[in-house]
C-alpha cells in the first residue's frame, strides 16, 4: 500500500521561503514520476513540479526560478523547496505518484493520467 505524508507547510510573509518534504512508503517502482500539484479553494488543481526515476525534473512556469524540486531515494522523501514566495503561491500543496509508465514531466502535471495518482492528504502553504 503506497502512502504519501507531507510536511513543512505554514505561514510566511511574501519574498520568504518554506521547504515541502513528501516521505513516501510502499511505492517501489523502478521508473517513476513524483511530484507536487497545488489547490486554492474555488480554483482548479495545478501541477507545479515533477521528477522522475532519472532525476529529470519538470516545473510549471509560474514558479521557475523560484522552486526546486528534489529527492532522496535513500529515505525515499521528496522535497519542494519554495523561495521568494508571493500570495498567489497560497493553496493547499499535494505531494503525489505516478503508478503509470508514462506520460510524466510537463503532460503528467497538465493532468494526463492523475486518475491513477496516489495523493498525499496535502499541506496548507499561506502566503502574506
Known amino acids: 500500500q503506497v502512502q504519501l505524508v507531507e510536511s513543512g507547510g505554514g505561514s510566511v510573509q511574501a519574498g520568504g521561503s518554506l521547504r515541502l518534504s513528501c516521505a513516501a512508503s510502499?511505492?517501489?517502482?523502478?521508473?517513476?514520476?513524483m511530484g507536487w500539484f497545488r489547490q486554492d479553494p474555488g480554483k482548479g488543481r495545478e501541477g507545479v513540479a515533477a521528477?522522475?526515476?532519472?532525476?529529470?525534473?519538470s516545473l510549471a512556469d509560474s514558479v521557475k526560478g523560484r522552486f526546486t524540486i528534489s529527492q532522496d531515494k535513500a529515505k525515499n522523501t521528496l522535497y519542494l523547496q519554495m523561495n521568494s514566495l508571493k500570495p498567489e503561491d497560497s493553496a493547499i500543496y499535494y505531494c503525489a505518484a505516478s503508478p503509470l509508465v508514462g506520460p510524466y514531466g510537463l503532460s503528467w502535471l497538465e493532468g494526463l493520467g492523475d486518475e491513477h495518482n496516489y495523493w498525499g492528504q496535502g499541506t496548507q502553504v499561506t502566503v502574506s
Open positions: 521528477i522522475e526515476s532519472d532525476g529529470t525534473t
Open positions: 510502499g511505492y517501489t517502482y523502478s521508473r517513476y514520476c
